[in-house]
T-cell receptor, first 114, second 116 residues
Framework: QQQVKQSPQSLIVQKGGISIINCAYE??????FPWYQQFPGKGPALLIA?????SEKKEGRFTISFNKSAKQFSLHIMDSQPGDSATYFC?????????????FGPGTSLSVIP | NAGVTQTPKFRVLKTGQSMTLLCAQD?????MYWYRQDPGMGLRLIHY???????AKGEVPDGYNVSRLKKQNFLLGLESAAPSQTSVYFC???????????????FGEGSRLTVL
């Protein structure tokens, strides 16, 4: 099963609040889990990523929590700011013979209101 | 450093017309990809290339063709456009990190295609 599920589809958070986006996967062959951030009119850009041997990774206000047994991972944005308003994609990647295959979730549109 | 550049950024076609999207990268990456982005469906891989002169099918290849004659360029062609191909197309590139999966893709800014 190659699918990556993501929820919620959209999220509205007050400035200063915590934004939480959840993802789930099925295939245990995935070994790298990146999150991409996309602003309107731009291409996605890597935000933060985690490997399955780590349960949590934090970079500034962004934290990934990873539950290997449940095959779930989530993005937490602390002290959310209006500048964080964007679409967020979780992804799962596996190494194939000649390239790294990446499967994307459907995306979450985050709006941070003042 | 321009990164990944896509042309054109916008295009309107009539059903049955053909066109080519051009992607150029200046990072000397071996791997290049074409994705389409549709609301609620994330990014789906159309075709990819692991090196100059090589291409392969992705998740949704039907109706598209690609060519990689030079390492820095990856072309996506539509021979006979259909309304179902209305989408935003993203080109991406990546490098092969020996011994470890990085999964990091570098994207262009997208090409918005409308087929009437």
């Amino acid at each position: 099963q190659q699918q990556v599920k993501q929820s919620p589809q959209s999220l509205i958070v007050q400035k200063g609040g915590i934004s939480i986006i959840n993802c789930a996967y099925e295939n245990t062959a995935f070994d790298y889990f990146p999150w991409y951030q996309q602003f309107p009119g731009k291409g996605p850009a890597l935000l933060i990523a985690i490997r399955p041997d780590v349960s949590e990774k934090k970079e500034g206000r962004f934290t990934i929590s990873f539950n290997k047994s449940a095959k779930q991972f989530s993005l937490h944005i602390m002290d959310s700011q209006p500048g964080d308003s964007a679409t967020y994609f979780c992804a799962a990647s596996m190494r194939k013979t000649s390239y790294d295959k990446v499967i994307f979730g459907p995306g979450t549109s985050l709006s941070v209101i003042p | 450093n321009a990164g990944v550049t896509q042309t054109p950024k916008f295009r309107v076609l009539k059903t049955g017309q053909s066109m080519t999207l051009l992607c150029a990268q200046d990072m000397n990456h071996e791997y290049m990809y074409w994705y389409r982005q549709d609301p609620g469906m994330g990014l789906r891989l159309i075709h990819y290339s692991v090196g100059e002169g090589t291409t392969a099918k992705g998740e949704v290849p039907d109706g598209y063709n690609v060519s990689r004659l030079k390492k820095q360029n990856f072309l996506l062609g539509l021979e006979s456009a259909a309304p179902s191909q209305t989408s935003v197309y993203f080109c991406a590139s990546s490098y092969w990190a020996s011994g470890t999966n990085t999964g990091e893709l570098f994207f262009g800014e997208g090409s918005r295609l409308t087929v009437l």
